[in-house]
């Protein structure tokens, strides 16, 4: 049995590998396929191999568009550390699929479905180009604030900026008024469009209108000032300087 290893991080490879050969000692195993362009020319090139072991996220992209781009005939079973991508994998007829870090039992049986059931696939490329859309995500329209013993809705549209002082998150408006959330700063971070919200900081995450200038600081570091903000000392992270460019700039 002719055994193809996909998967871009070298150790789960190894693992994978070390598990099959303890359990399959008779398997012939061909791995350092980390990328979808390298699994394309390799399938492209070579004689289909008898069972696919694929990680879902590589190096390049996600593993479904070889399926795309190459005709396969091997049964395939999919590995990933997020359970999200499960039915997507049953969807272009994976035989299995194994959460990592991958258990030997689960392996042994995945490996002995595939060879009592005789599996061939029948992959929809239909399907694979649907899944390969971006997810639309819902954002939050509006947030609930408090406002002395008033609770009012406030458009997301408004939103200039949102702070967290002494573990209080705030919402501070383009008109400059200040409001308390009930949420923690990650949470109001993964409410909100990243196409017009950045998290500048721990402490700040900013609407792109909100940002009135950005300025070099010490530390290949970046100082930004906000509108109607006192704060002058907003200071982005060399870490984070070229993502904040990157997303200036779209």
């Known amino acids: 049995m002719k055994i193809l290893i996909i998967e871009d991080e070298k150790p789960a490879a190894n693992r994978l590998g070390k598990l099959l050969s303890e359990h399959f000692p008779s398997a012939s ?112 329209s509006r947030f609930l604030v408090k406002f002395g013993e008033k609770i009012q809705s406030i458009p997301v549209e408004e939103a200039a900026f949102f702070f967290s002082e002494e573990r209080v998150t705030f919402l501070q408006t383009f008109a400059g008024k200040k409001f308390v959330l009930d949420s923690t700063l990650e949470q109001v971070e993964s409410q909100v469009d990243p196409e017009f919200f950045f998290r500048l900081n721990r402490k700040y995450l900013s609407h792109i209108h909100a940002i009135e200038e950005v300025l070099s600081y010490s530390n290949s570091r970046l100082k930004v000032k906000l509108s109607n903000c006192p704060d002058s000392d907003i200071l982005v992270s060399r870490e984070k300087v070229s993502e904040l460019k990157n997303w200036m700039d779209r």
């Open 29 to 140: 195993l061909i791995g350092d396929m980390d990328t979808v362009s390298r699994a394309v020319r390799w399938l492209g090139e070579n004689t289909p191999p008898d069972l696919i072991f694929c990680d879902i996220q590589l190096a390049d992209g996600i593993s479904f568009e070889i399926f795309e781009k190459v005709k396969v005939s091997t049964p395939v079973i999919f590995t990933t550390a997020f359970d999200q991508y499960a039915i997507r994998a049953f969807q272009v007829n994976a035989i299995d699929y194994l959460l990592k870090p991958i258990d030997p039992k689960d392996l042994a049986r995945a490996v002995e479905k595939f060879r009592s059931q005789n599996l061939s696939p029948n992959l929809d490329l239909e399907v694979i180009k649907n899944l390969l859309k971006p997810q639309e995500k819902s954002f939050k």
